[in-house]
T-cell receptor
Framework: AQKVTQAQTEISVVEKEDVTLDCVYE???????LFWYKQPPSGELVFLIR??????QNEISGRYSWNFQKSTSSFNFTITASQVVDSAVYFC?????????????FGTGTRLLVSP | GAGVSQTPSNKVTEKGKYVELRCDPI?????LYWYRQSLGQGPEFLIY????????DSGLPNDRFFAVRPEGSVSTLKIQRTERGDSAVYLC????????????FGSGTRLTVV
């Protein structure tokens, strides 16, 4: 069965610090997608990134970077030089080929608080 | 529309009442999803539509929950005989393709059953 674990419930940092949000997943499928979403106080889930299981290249987008390691079933998310606007709850999620990629299984989220 | 629209944004109802939650997806998106997010948890899948038909309703918790999408656009999630445990944020998402592509979520309807 698929499962996503985000062990960090809440992280507090001061602006300009780097922060890494951990995500560990479980799946029996060999083909799957991994996602990160941001949920600001407004409540809307904002899509950040999607990676497929065959692409382990790390990705960087501005201050955001993602480290995908199949060997440890992890898909960690790093924010460099954090800003107050990064404060939100961040969710890691998984979808599998055996469900036609139709279901997202989410972790419980990590609340990031960035103070000035 | 420009985004996924959900109405109402907040709904307070008494235990035992019937409620309807509406989702208006992005124009042209054929796939539509409903998720439920309880306090402090991640969203949980309820049901998925491809066009007018419910392709997977395995996440609906019981037969008090039902959803329709009669014209392949707007969807309504219906909850009968509401219970306090139904209190949550109900999120709708839509996608132009058959999944795996990062759905666009609405802001949700916060349902409170008192």
């Amino acid at each position: 069965a698929q499962k996503v674990t985000q062990a960090q419930t809440e992280i507090s940092v001061v602006e300009k610090e780097d922060v890494t949000l951990d995500c560990v997943y479980e799946t029996r499928d060999t083909t799957y997608y991994l996602f990160w979403y941001k949920q600001p106080p407004s409540g809307e889930l904002v899509f950040l990134i999607r990676r497929n299981s065959f692409d382990e290249q790390n990705e960087i987008s501005g201050r955001y970077s993602w480290n995908f390691q199949k060997s440890t079933s992890s898909f960690n998310f790093t924010i460099t030089a954090s800003q107050v606007v990064d404060s939100a709850v961040y969710f890691c999620a998984l979808s599998e080929a055996n469900t036609g990629f139709q279901k997202l299984v989410f972790g419980t989220g990590t609340r990031l608080l960035v103070s000035p | 529309g420009a985004g996924v629209s959900q109405t109402p944004s907040n709904k307070v109802t008494e235990k035992g009442k019937y409620v309807e939650l509406r989702c208006d997806p992005i124009s042209g998106h054929t796939a539509l999803y409903w998720y439920r997010q309880s306090l402090g948890q991640g969203p949980e899948f309820l049901i998925y539509f491809q066009g007018t038909g419910a392709a997977d309703d395995s996440g609906l918790p019981n037969d008090r929950f039902f959803a329709v999408r009669p014209e392949g656009s707007v969807s309504t999630l219906k909850i009968q005989r509401t219970e306090r445990g139904d209190s949550a944020v109900y999120l709708c998402a839509s996608s132009p393709l058959k999944g795996g592509y990062g759905y666009t979520f609405g802001s949700g309807t916060r349902l409170t059953v008192v």
